[in-house]
């Protein structure tokens, strides 16, 4: 059996299990039971659980299919299908395959809108009346640059109308700030409360009839640069080893101010090629200015720092005079 298929199922058990609370508690623990047994089919042996635990593709199944008997199926391997991915607010489509591909997967592989790529079926989960078919997806090549009318407000902080009960976020339409509800669907199935990071998506000039396509689950919290921030001394971080996520071309100013104060400058590529060599990271401490870091490399780096054990936190709006400042009040 695929290693991917069971560290999908396995992810998806994680999910499950980060969010259980004593409120959810008895209707969540026979899924969480049923997800074990499946694991325990798949492997045949006791398996082991990492630290991973962003999976957000629940919205298939719900508490009430795991009441029936469930199976998987495997299927006749048919090899390789090729496709072009076409992007949805949630997921995207493999063109004239019509086959799903989850946004889990596309985070978690970098794939973005127009890449083509090719999928493999794992095989067929049955529970009860419901089924999903599993793949494994790889990238062939990716897609040309294109216009899409997929828009999204990116690490938005959900907030809460205690009289209404409604949560929501805040976007601009017309130059003018605008309260977004969030439907009860996608804050019931991703377990949102207030003060979570979302990535919330919708189609051009629809921006009130869109849907979270994303729960951020962050391995350190979210944290606002000093009003009144210090540049320090040269050399006042001598020895100290940073990662900062920031994107390749707006890293400069940073580096800079980092190799000023004498410290270790821990880059973005240096994380990924950690990331695809398997290496151990090492570095005391990261900031991930979440607001210049695209999202295909947002779940690749958090997985990393997480797995790293590295402290962790997650800053918008910084700019390189603020470096030392944030270091000293969170370090």
Request: charge should be negative; glycine fraction near 8%; proline fraction near 2%.
């Amino acid at each position: 059996m695929s290693e991917y298929l069971f560290d999908e199922i396995k992810d998806l058990f994680l999910s499950v299990a980060e969010e259980i609370d004593r409120e959810n508690a008895q209707k969540q623990v026979p899924v969480l039971i049923k997800f074990l047994e499946l694991l325990k089919e798949l492997s045949g042996e006791e398996g082991s659980f990492d630290q991973v635990t962003l999976a957000q593709d629940l919205e298939d199944f719900g508490p009430e299919d795991f009441d029936s008997e469930d199976y998987f199926e495997e299927k006749e391997d048919l090899g390789w299908i090729e496709g072009t991915l076409h992007r949805q607010l949630k997921g995207g489509i493999l063109a004239g395959q019509e086959i799903y591909v989850p946004e889990r997967s596309i985070r978690e592989f970098g794939f973005e809108d127009g890449d083509l790529i090719r999928a493999k079926s794992q095989g067929i989960k049955h529970m009860g009346a419901k089924s999903r078919e599993f793949y494994y997806f790889d990238l062939l090549s990716k897609g040309d640059s294109q216009e899409s009318k997929r828009e999204e407000i990116n690490f938005a902080q959900v907030l809460c109308n205690d009289e209404l009960g409604q949560y929501y976020i805040l976007g601009e339409e017309d130059g003018q700030t605008v309260e977004i509800p969030l439907k009860d669907e996608d804050v019931e199935s991703l377990y949102i409360q207030e003060n979570d990071r979302i990535e919330y998506a919708y189609w051009q000039g629809d921006i009130f009839d869109g849907r979270v396509a994303w729960k951020y689950s962050l391995n350190g919290p979210v944290v606002e640069k000093s009003d009144q921030a210090s540049r320090g001394q040269d050399g006042a971080l001598k020895g100290m080893d940073v990662v900062l996520a920031v994107d390749l071309g707006r890293e400069k100013p940073f580096r800079e101010e980092l190799h000023r104060l004498g410290a270790n400058f821990v880059s973005l590529e240096d994380i990924n090629q950690a990331y695809r060599e398997n290496r151990t990271l090492l570095a005391d401490c990261a900031l991930v200015l979440y607001d210049q870091v695209a999202s295909c490399h947002f779940e690749t780096l958090r997985k990393k720092l997480q797995y790293d054990n590295i402290p962790t936190v997650y800053i918008g709006n910084l700019q390189a005079q603020d470096l030392y400042q944030v270091l000293l009040d969170n370090f």
